[in-house]
């Protein structure tokens, strides 16, 4: 890709990159190049041609002009796939066989001067070929085994090395069980991106400068998902990308029935089956799930690594005449506050829009007649630079003793709930820019979800809250268990500046509060010590955690950083805690119990204490103290040590 602009860390001063016209040729001819349009492909038709029990299909990697935010926009440069004979599409033409299906596929590369190598990827195996410039080459495979898989290939050049692919040139491989029939709302959903640069020494795409799409476009020229409440919906998402997915529904649990991909054993993911809401993604894994809307309204499925699912900066094209055309533009933050949709210019990307209507004869929701009510105030401290903004919410709650919670400079304090209670929220806005609020797996009306001017159905949907504004949200907490509260407006600035906050929701006969611990892990406001550096609790450097011995404790883990989509959490005797990632023989046992709100239902024994966690995920744990002395809290990723928290046992 070669169309993207710079920015900065907030995404929001946009620089022009006019090395569009290298890619095109614009330097070396004075007509420009006609590229064929590469069309979104939705993977409903299979490509390809049956006889017997074998497919064959002829597929070509061109470059193409990719339209990401419409066709009535500017297209990108970019290298994609056709069925030969046929346009180009994003992502590749879908393969779809039954299991035992022999794939006889003929691949001709129509790139000028870039050798390619295809694969077929079959979870954590391949088979490849090399494919030299204006050459054909045939690879038969066998799919051996029912699941879901894709294909793709890689450019020689540099970027397409580190990133795994080239361009975009990746498409999606069925392989149904034998004898089995298709569910009825099948669909397959293929997460790529398109990236000109990648972080430096990672190979990972550089978010600043990379538009994510799903079957060919970008938020809000996604398509729109439709079902009825109570319709069985199956989905298969495919990670065709060298980064991470952490993939979150609002308002409902999915299932989880199959996960599969190079890095899928060691991603600790759990046993199939499991209810989630939020499920991270390693790059080439793919997902099957399973869910059912019981709530009419408007819900959205997306990628909780904040910067997948914002609006990409604008796009310039360059023409043989030096005309420059903007492709698109997102707002800023104090934009936002005036703007009149925050739902299509506030959020892009990794987005998928879900619209689920009533059943016949079905009534709307029954308004909540709260037994408690809340106030959550945003506010902002002006006397922190905009550089390194301080925001957060101040609970009120005139019913406890504690009228005023306030956990100081960015950082939110903990609300807790009782299941089955109702209450009522009122967000107060006293910041100087506008925001809403999302109840994080928390499962209620579509309304007060907090995805502004897009959450409810038809003309009622939930507005964005201005300065100076309020919005009341009223629903019942229907299970006990680890949430979380986050503002749903230019997230990657305003979750670090600390509008994230822990959402607990207790049984009536739940045991005290101090038999159980919050870890809310977040990434550290800017500018506040090295760079990626996290919170826990909005600390940097936290204080001390005393435990007394042999007693049982809940250790709630709440995963809200926003730029590192997978690191460890764990809790070791180690008497130090090493920059480098060693090996750690010292690590404690603990038992896990809850995923993101909800218990787990096959039981599972001790296990040493270290936990991948993605965006958006909630982890509790069973933890008890056996011995005395110190131990430590530790979050890494491959960066090295992010942030640590002591522990003493008495």
């Known amino acids: 890709m070669r169309a993207r602009c710079l920015s900065s860390e907030?995404?929001?001063?946009?620089?022009?990159?006019?090395?569009?016209?290298?890619?095109?040729?614009f330097g070396r001819s004075a007509a420009?190049?006609?590229?064929?349009?590469?069309?979104?492909?939705?993977?409903?038709a299979p490509a390809g041609r049956f006889r017997g029990s074998v497919l064959t299909i002829a597929l070509d990697a061109k470059l193409t002009m990719w339209h990401p935010d419409g066709d009535s926009l500017p297209g990108i440069p970019i290298e994609a796939f056709a069925e030969r004979?046929?346009?180009?599409?994003?992502?590749?033409?879908?393969?779809?066989?039954?299991?035992?299906?022999?794939?006889?596929?003929?691949?001709?590369?129509?790139?000028?001067?870039?050798?390619?190598t295809f694969y077929f990827q079959w979870g954590d195996a391949a088979d490849s070929l090399v494919i030299p410039p204006g050459m054909t080459?045939?690879?038969?495979?066998?799919?051996n085994k029912a699941g879901t898989f894709f294909y793709r290939a890689t450019t020689s050049n540099r970027l397409g090395r580190m990133l795994a692919f080239g361009g975009l040139l990746a498409g999606a491989v069925v392989a149904d069980p034998s004898g089995a029939m298709r569910p009825l709302r099948d669909r397959i959903f293929v997460l790529q991106v398109a990236a000109d640069s990648t972080i430096p020494g990672t190979g990972i795409p550089l978010p600043a400068r990379s538009v994510w799409a799903i079957n060919g476009r970008a938020w809000p020229h996604t398509e729109r998902i439709t079902a009825i409440v109570g319709d069985t919906l199956h989905w298969r998402l495919i990670n065709a990308s060298n980064d991470q997915h952490p993939m979150h529904l609002h308002g409902s649990y999915y299932r989880v029935d199959a996960f599969d991909g190079?890095?899928?054993?060691?991603?600790?993911?759990?046993?199939?089956?499991?209810?989630?809401?939020t499920e991270r993604m390693s790059q080439f894994t793919t997902m099957v799930i399973t869910w059912v809307p019981e709530r009419a309204g408007n819900w959205l499925f997306h990628c909780h690594f904040q910067e997948h699912a914002t609006p990409h900066p604008p796009l310039e094209v360059v023409s043989p005449s030096g005309e420059r055309q903007r492709i698109a533009s997102a707002p800023s933050h104090r934009e936002m506050s005036a703007h009149g949709n925050h739902a299509l210019t506030g959020m892009g990307g990794l987005v998928l829009g879900i619209r689920i209507n009533p059943r016949r004869g079905q009534g709307t929701a029954a308004t909540v007649r709260a037994h408690r009510r809340l106030r959550l105030v945003a506010i902002q401290d002006d006397h922190f630079p905009d550089s390194v903004p301080s925001m957060r919410f101040v609970l009120e709650d005139p019913q406890s003793g504690e009228h005023r919670v306030d956990a100081?400079?960015?950082?939110?304090?903990?609300?807790?709930?009782?299941?089955?209670?109702?209450?009522?929220?009122?967000?107060?806005n006293q910041m100087h820019e506008a925001t809403a609020v999302h109840w994080h797996g928390i499962e209620l009306e579509s309304y007060f979800d907090g995805v502004a001017d897009f959450s409810g159905s038809g003309r009622k949907l939930a507005p964005i809250i201005a300065p100076q504004d309020s919005f009341e949200a009223r629903f019942t907490p229907p299970r006990a268990g680890t949430f979380i509260y986050h503002s749903h407006v230019d997230e990657p600035r305003q979750h670090r500046a600390g509008l994230v906050g822990a959402l607990i929701v207790r049984d009536t006969a739940m045991r005290s509060a101090s038999e159980e611990l919050i870890l809310l892990i977040k990434s550290a406001r800017a500018g506040r010590g090295p760079p990626n550096r996290f919170e826990i609790n909005g600390r940097i450097n936290p204080d001390t955690i005393v435990l007394v011995l042999g007693r049982k404790y809940r250790l709630r883990v709440i995963a809200m950083q926003t730029g590192i989509p997978g690191p460890v959490v764990s809790i070791t005797a180690r008497p130090d805690s090493s920059k480098p990632n060693l090996r750690d023989t010292l690590i404690v046992q603990w038992r896990q119990i809850a995923k993101d709100g909800a218990d787990l239902t096959n039981e599972v024994g001790a296990k040493p204490a270290r936990q991948s966690v993605g965006m958006g995920e909630t982890y509790d744990f069973e933890l008890v103290p056996e011995r005395r002395g110190v131990l430590r809290v530790e979050v890494r990723s491959a960066l090295g040590l992010m942030v640590r928290a002591p522990i003493r046992v008495e």
């Open 32 to 44: 420009p190049m006609k590229l064929p349009t590469a069309r979104p492909n939705p993977n409903t």
């Open 10 to 25: 907030e995404m929001r001063v946009f620089v022009l990159l006019p090395v569009l016209t290298l890619m095109l040729g």
């Open 408 to 428: 100081g400079p960015g950082s939110s304090p903990p609300i807790y709930l009782i299941r089955g209670e109702p209450v009522s929220i009122t967000v107060v």
């Open 137 to 143: 080459r045939e690879i038969r495979v066998r799919a």
């Open 262 to 277: 190079p890095a899928a054993a060691m991603q600790d993911r759990g046993a199939s089956g499991r209810r989630v809401v």
């Open 85 to 116: 004979g046929r346009p180009p599409q994003v992502p590749g033409p879908l393969i779809r066989v039954t299991e035992g299906t022999e794939i006889q596929a003929s691949v001709l590369n129509s790139l000028e001067g870039d050798t390619l």
